[in-house]
């Protein structure tokens, strides 16, 4: 069974950086695609970027696309999402989601697998 863990969040002025992580179990992440969603109080849970099992394919939102950067390193088992020019917009709870079957990306019901969470503040 896949258990994600994420990390890196926290409080950020508006136009900082962070760089979130997940570390997925288990000894078949180079199977799955991964995705970040986040989820801001009040409102539903948002696609914000994915990634194929290869790397080689990503997917954004509009509202992130040339801030927000997702990639992956199979051989550390890890995912990351690099957030510059961050917004208070951006404030959520920050999802990591594993998916082995992938056919639409931005869908939150494609991935089997989701982390805690980890939190997200941008000040304004």
């Known amino acids: 069974q896949l258990q994600l863990a994420e990390s890196g969040g926290g409080l950020v002025q508006a136009g900082g950086s962070l760089r979130l992580s997940c570390a997925p179990s288990?000894?078949?992440?180079?199977?799955?695609?991964m995705a970040w969603f986040r989820q801001a109080p009040g409102k539903d849970r948002d696609f914000v970027a994915a990634?194929?099992?290869?790397?080689?394919?990503?997917y954004y939102d509009d509202s992130v696309k040339d801030r927000f950067s997702i990639s992956r390193l199979n051989y550390k088992n890890t995912v990351y999402l690099q957030m510059n020019s961050l917004k208070p917009e951006d404030t959520a709870l920050y999802y990591c989601?594993?998916?082995?079957?992938?056919?639409?990306?931005?869908?939150?019901?494609?991935?089997?697998?989701w982390g805690q969470g980890t939190q997200v503040t941008v000040s304004s």
């Open positions: 288990g000894r078949t992440f180079g199977t799955y695609a």
């Open positions: 990634i194929s099992n290869s790397g080689d394919t990503t």
């Open positions: 989601a594993a998916s082995n079957r992938w056919i639409k990306p931005r869908d939150s019901y494609d991935y089997g697998w």
